[in-house]
């Protein structure tokens, strides 16, 4: 199941007794956890912006709207929450880390730019409904033998290059549909792992 980060930046350090006025650092870190900004989207975003090392989870909406073009995430970050990155329409490039393992429902929707290709580590399970619709700009993505669960949508409207596939994209779900179309802009498709069957729904966004 994807590790949804729901909690609100007033919610978590209220427990604490802490308000937000009274915080100094900005970026917010709480712990290994990166919230966002104390300003929010008011806070200047551009240019580029580095994770500190050490954090594991990017939490919920934490970059919202912000104007940054290139974010480096290290490679302790695990999970990125739901709309971390949502409407990021400036962001072109964003690193993948290496020990990630989930990322949530719609963290980098909307963010046209992304030029970056998409090569998720082995290790990586889960990855949330249009966690990366319209992101149309991608190139080239491969996808790990590990993957589990991809949600309704991940990759709409994306018009990708190539791709390298597992078998989990043979399997349907409890609708009979299958995670992801290979769209009709790909060129080269390359399976890995034991396919038993390739579903013709696979080929369906190809125009003939």
Aim: aromatic fraction near 12%.
């Amino acid at each position: 199941m994807i590790l949804h980060i729901h909690t609100h930046l007033s919610d978590a350090f209220a427990v604490k007794g802490i308000t937000l006025e009274r915080l100094i650092d900005n970026p917010l870190y709480l712990g290994n956890i990166f919230w966002g900004f104390k300003n929010g989207r008011r806070q200047s975003t551009e240019g580029s912006f580095a994770v500190r090392e050490g954090t594991r989870v990017i939490a919920a909406s934490a970059f919202h709207g912000a104007n940054f073009s290139e974010v480096t995430l290290p490679d302790s970050v695990s999970y990125i929450g739901d709309e971390a990155f949502l409407g990021c329409r400036k962001l072109t490039r964003i690193t993948i880390p290496k020990r990630l393992v989930s990322i949530g429902n719609r963290a980098f929707d909307g963010c046209h730019a992304i030029i970056s290709d998409l090569a998720f580590p082995e290790g990586v399970h889960e990855i949330g409904y249009h966690a990366f619709r319209e992101c149309s700009k991608i190139g080239n993505v491969l996808f790990p033998l590990s993957f589990e669960t991809i949600d309704h949508g991940a990759f709409d409207r994306c018009q990708f290059k190539s791709m390298i596939l597992p078998p989990l994209f043979a399997s349907t779900n409890k609708y009979g549909d299958i995670a992801l179309r290979v769209p009709h802009t790909v060129e080269f498709v390359k399976l890995i792992g034991e396919w038993r069957r390739i579903p013709n729904k696979l080929f369906s966004g190809q125009r003939n």
